[in-house]
């Protein structure tokens, strides 16, 4: 699945951004853009035409150069699972914490603080 992290802080495209938006592949999927400073929802959107997503990263880095907090200006962008894992008909989000503590020999310790969330409603892609 692609994501990518895409960077406001400069007014220009780096070589990666630019691979990103001219890979022929991504055009025909649906793109979900999360701020990588918010925890919840609250700054979550959907995109579904590919030349909208360049317009908007375009617009973005060109109004945000002057704003002086970095995190605010990095956003998540990756391709939106249209055939989730679905329980009943809802959608779920599983958070594990998991720490590597040596990859040779593969050493992994896993805490059992995660959580399992079900969504509210039940889970529909002509609603998005």
């Given at each position: 699945m692609p994501s990518f992290v895409i960077d406001f802080n400069l007014n220009y495209f780096t070589e990666k951004e630019m691979e990103f938006f001219n890979n022929p592949k991504n055009i025909d999927l649906i793109w979900?853009?999360?701020?990588?400073?918010?925890?919840n929802s609250s700054r979550i959107f959907l995109e579904n035409k590919f030349?909208?997503?360049?317009?908007?990263?375009?617009?973005?880095?060109n109004s945000n150069i002057k704003n002086k907090n970095k995190a605010k200006n990095r956003y998540v962008i990756?391709?939106?699972?249209?055939?989730?894992?679905?329980?009943?008909?809802?959608?779920?989000?599983?958070?594990?914490y998991i720490y590597v503590v040596c990859y040779n020999p593969l050493?992994?310790?896993?805490?059992?603080g995660g959580f399992v969330k079900?969504?509210?409603f039940e889970y529909d892609l002509k609603d998005i």
């Open positions: 979900i853009i999360k701020s990588a400073k918010d925890k030349s909208d997503l360049f317009l908007w990263a375009y617009n973005m880095k990756s391709q939106y699972l249209e055939n989730p894992y679905l329980i009943n008909n809802r959608k779920i989000n599983i958070r594990i050493f992994i310790v896993y805490h059992r079900l969504a509210k």
